[in-house]
């Protein structure tokens, strides 16, 4: 089924990223990713929802006890979008901010670009 670039852009933030719970994590990468998907951050680049999936177990590891929420609307168009997002505590939700930036095919993700404020 696909997607709109606004349903996958929250989906991935919230429900991937946001995910602490691994099969739900998967369940939800599956739904929403290529089986080729391409994920770059400052780290690295990721291929494949198996190495998606280890790069998140990562990062929520490295920040226990920080959640993602959104900073604004979702932009997009042409199967192209952005969505600005803070990261952090529930004291401070906008510890780290960025932007990820996806490229969308046949209603899944394809590519997500991470950029860090």
Do not use: C, S
């Amino acid at each position: 089924m696909p997607f709109t670039v606004n349903e996958l852009l929250k989906r991935n933030l919230l429900g991937i990223f946001g995910e602490r719970n691994a099969a739900a994590r998967m369940a939800e990468l599956k739904a929403i990713w290529q089986p080729d998907g391409v994920f770059v951050d400052p780290d690295g680049r990721h291929v494949g929802i198996d190495a998606i999936d280890r790069r998140v177990a990562q990062l929520q590891a490295r920040f226990l006890g920080f959640n993602f929420v959104e900073r604004g609307d979702v932009q997009a168009m042409h199967g192209v979008g952005r969505v600005a997002w803070g990261y952090g505590p529930e004291e401070n939700p906008a510890t780290v901010t960025g932007v990820d930036v996806a490229v969308t095919r046949d209603g899944k993700i394809h590519e997500l670009y991470v950029f860090l404020d």
